[in-house]
């Protein structure tokens, strides 16, 4: 008498609020690229469209979820949402599913309701626990749980997972049924140093100018003064971590400048961007420094997704694993 392997099928995903397809990739580096078929993206920017094609190889074209029904979105395993966090037209918990229309969490939602996926991974700022005093959270909760989802909730540290970024998010994760065999990650401690994402020799461009230098150190001036701890941030190689790199980063750099010796500071690379949020070198960047700042800032830092993708597969494995029992006489 012996065992068979075990197996599990391909996981089907779709891919909403897509973005540059930071979350897909988490994913798919967890799970391994070949068995995970993304069967639907949905992303309205058009130039965010652009990189998240040139990578995947893809075709998409600019979607806007709010009008797609959800009969037409294809049958999945996987759900992944970077939500906007936008205010619900209902505060409260009187009406459950109706609560969230007039959000964008709403067509997630209609969209789980008619599909039924095995499991969902959502993403939003970390400021979505305190929104409307808690009570956002509250119905996103009910909403899923009036679904049959068991709902695991954690805010998880781009630099508890080796991204020298103190980027801090809050992650949703669903399973069908009363399921409580999903764990966050727990954090790897890998020790970060902004020198692992800064480039040699960078072009002079990134180098800020004296006039911006200047009103930098003077609104930093100004805010000391009143008291609070606005005005931008100096990093260099030896730093631990930088802040949150946003998707304003394009503006003025002011929250991450790196220093340099003998010049003004200069603004991070759009290379060093990607890497401060965990893309490998082989994500290829192609839109201007412009777009790839808000691309980047507006993305997820990717080992923080793969270290949730990996007890992701767990479940997965463990929903779909089939053991046979063969006799031979």
């Not at 920017?45 to 037409?72: G, Q």
């Not at 009406?95 to 959502?122: N, Q, V």
């Not at 979505?128 to 954690?154: C, N, Q, W």
């Not at 800032?297 to 029992?325: H, R, Y």
Request: proline share 5%; with cysteine.
């Amino acid at each position: 008498m012996m065992k068979s392997k075990k197996t599990s099928p391909k996981i089907r995903i779709i891919d909403l609020f897509a973005g540059i397809g930071g979350i897909r990739l988490g994913v798919e580096h967890a799970f391994g690229a070949s068995n995970v078929d993304c069967v639907f993206t949905s992303e309205i920017d058009v130039n965010a469209l652009r990189t998240y094609n040139h990578h995947f190889k893809e075709d998409n074209f600019p979607l806007d979820i709010t009008t797609v029904a959800e009969r037409s979105v294809p049958s999945h395993d996987l759900l992944l949402a970077g939500f906007p966090c936008q205010p619900f037209s209902q505060a409260g918990l009187k009406k459950g599913f109706e609560d969230c229309r007039g959000s964008l969490f709403f067509d997630i939602a209609r969209i789980l309701k008619e599909h039924r996926p095995t499991m969902f991974l959502l993403e939003n700022v970390k400021q979505l626990k305190g929104h409307d005093k808690g009570r956002t959270l509250k119905t996103i909760i009910a909403v899923l749980e009036e679904m049959d989802y068991t709902v695991h909730i954690d805010v998880l540290r781009a630099k508890d997972f080796g991204v020298p970024q103190n980027r801090e998010r809050v992650f949703i994760v669903g399973i069908l049924g009363n399921n409580s065999s999903f764990q966050f990650p727990r954090p790897s401690h890998i020790h970060t140093s902004v020198s692992s994402i800064l480039e040699q020799d960078v072009d002079p461009k990134y180098t800020i100018s004296d006039r911006l230098w200047e009103g930098h150190q003077r609104r930093k001036k100004e805010h000391l003064e009143k008291g609070n701890g606005f005005g931008f941030s100096l990093f260099s190689e030896t730093s631990t971590y930088t802040n949150t790199i946003s998707a304003r980063y394009y503006k003025d750099g002011s929250e991450i400048l790196i220093e340099q010796a003998g010049k003004n500071p200069r603004k991070l690379t759009p290379r060093e961007a990607a890497r401060l949020q965990g893309f490998p070198d082989t994500f290829e960047i192609p839109v201007s420094d412009t777009q790839a700042y808000r691309q980047f800032g507006n993305s997820v830092a990717v080992p923080v997704i793969q270290a949730i993708g990996v007890e992701l597969s767990k479940v997965w494995d463990t929903l779909n694993t089939e053991q046979k029992d063969y006799c031979y006489a």
